[in-house]
């Protein structure tokens, strides 16, 4: 019971409480404009443009928070707000994506590493479903070894690519913080929301990461 509190239901509390407060904060920080009225497509334009990045579309999506890079379709996607907003979350959302888009022009090997996992990380996804209710499903030892090898396997693929999620979320943040002030697009006393907005975000990798070691940590005690 010990090791389930610590491993799973701890990294599980802390993940919620992760989501929580990122969506807590970009609320916070959508509400409040910057001073130049720049939208987050007008951001992310100015900051891949500075990159000399001339060959990536960015379009609207709807949702909140559904913002995203797509390296292979070279597309960059903003959420509505973001895309006509000019708060600072928008921006900041903005140019984190923008950031990598850079990461994508310079080959920023973090980011071509976690692209390349991103196949066989689904596959592993798609097998959650055994991997959590195999229990209920098939009977006897054999069996049960079986589910606990499996979960070995995915939680230790989900959790190398959580691992190598780090850097390239951390660097397209990184590289957003800098070029925003840089560009002018915001004053350095705007940036407060800017990184808070961000580094809330970043978190979220963060406890995704925990849950999945979490995981791949309690499979590994089961075998013993």
Not at 124 to 141: C, E, K, N, T, Y
Not at 178 to 183: H, R, T
């Amino acid at each position: 019971m010990t090791t389930f509190l610590v491993l799973i239901i701890i990294p599980l509390v802390v993940g919620i409480w992760a989501q929580i407060k990122v969506k807590g904060t970009y609320q916070r920080f959508s509400q409040i404009a910057s001073r130049g009225r720049i939208t987050g497509r007008e951001a992310a334009a100015a900051v891949m443009a500075k990159a000399g990045i001339r060959d990536v579309q960015i379009v609207e999506c709807r949702g909140t928070l559904t913002d995203h890079y797509d390296p292979t379709h070279k597309r960059l996607a903003l959420s509505s707000a973001n895309f006509h907003g000019t708060s600072l979350a928008a921006l900041g959302v903005a140019a984190h994506e923008a950031g990598h888009a850079i990461q994508d022009a310079v080959e920023y090997k973090p980011l071509k590493t976690r692209m390349a996992l991103v196949p066989v990380t689904t596959f592993a996804s798609q097998l959650l479903p055994i991997v959590m209710f195999g229990g209920f499903l098939f009977a006897g030892p054999h069996a049960g070894m079986m589910i606990i090898n499996m979960g070995i396997l995915v939680y230790l693929i989900l959790t190398l690519f959580q691992l190598v999620t780090l850097p390239v979320e951390f660097d397209a943040s990184r590289r957003a913080k800098a070029e925003l002030v840089g560009l002018g697009i915001v004053d350095r006393d705007e940036m407060v929301g800017v990184n808070k907005t961000l580094d809330a975000a970043a978190f979220t990798y963060v406890a995704a990461f925990v849950s999945s070691l979490g995981w791949l940590l309690y499979f590994l005690a089961a075998r013993r």
